[in-house]
């Protein structure tokens, strides 16, 4: 970490974000000068969400594999800072593609991820149903975070050798990252 870094820390596990409703996309989806007060109450926790991360020139996700895919507050996280006017633009008259990222650009995702099993990675024999990276990328991308790295931990339910040689693959890949990352220039916020 540089001096004039400012870390904003979140943990979903413990203070899990309020998972979208049927109030809430009735919310996002009205005009915002039309929202009622009890609408305006209804997108607090989510206005908050996104504009951290609007604040945000690194963005370092923890994200263990549940059954293949992210765990449920990790999810509800992504749900609330893909936001219609906010991080993402939409437009029904627009004649090809009618959404847009609205995330400032230059933005970085990084990813540190943890598996029980092995063979998650790009052309392993469980390549596919790596839902985790897929489901982060995807949507943070579709915002405007296109820059991703990810660090991968896999044998977790093994416990053996291989466990410790992919932590020790791992933390090297994170040293590396750190050291590139130090050297980076930001966007100015
Ligand atoms: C509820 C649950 C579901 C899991 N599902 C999978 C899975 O689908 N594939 C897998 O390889 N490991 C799976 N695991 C193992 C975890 O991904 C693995 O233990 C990981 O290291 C957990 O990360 P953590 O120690 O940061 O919680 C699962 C673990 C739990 C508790």
Redesign the pocket.
């Known amino acids: 970490m540089r001096p004039q870094d400012i870390v904003d820390y979140l943990d979903v596990g413990r203070t899990p974000p309020t998972p979208v409703s049927q109030a809430w996309i009735a919310a996002a989806f009205c005009p915002p000068e039309l929202r009622t007060e009890a609408q305006k109450v209804v997108l607090a926790e989510s206005d908050a969400l996104t504009d951290a991360l609007m604040k945000a020139d690194l963005v370092v996700i ?1 994200a ?6 992210l765990p449920a507050p990790l999810k509800a996280w992504i749900d609330n800072v893909v936001r219609v006017g906010v991080t993402f633009g939409f437009d029904r008259a627009r004649s090809d593609v009618p959404y847009w990222p609205m995330l400032p650009t230059g933005k970085r995702l990084i990813i540190l991820t ?5 063979g ?1 990675g790009p052309d392993g024999r ?1 390549a596919h ?1 790596n839902l985790v990276e897929a489901g982060l990328k995807i949507p943070l991308a579709y915002i405007g975070l296109y820059e991703s790295e990810v660090v991968a ?2 044998y ?2 093994f416990s053996d050798d291989r466990l410790a040689a992919s932590i020790s693959e791992a933390e090297m890949s994170v040293d590396a990252l750190v050291d590139q990352l130090a050297m980076a220039e930001y966007p100015a916020t």
Do not use: Q, W
Not at 64 to 69: I, T
Not at 114 to 118: C, H, I, L, P
């Open positions: 923890g263990p594999m549940y059954n293949f895919g943890a598996r029980g099993d092995y998650y469980l149903m931990v896999e977790d339910e």
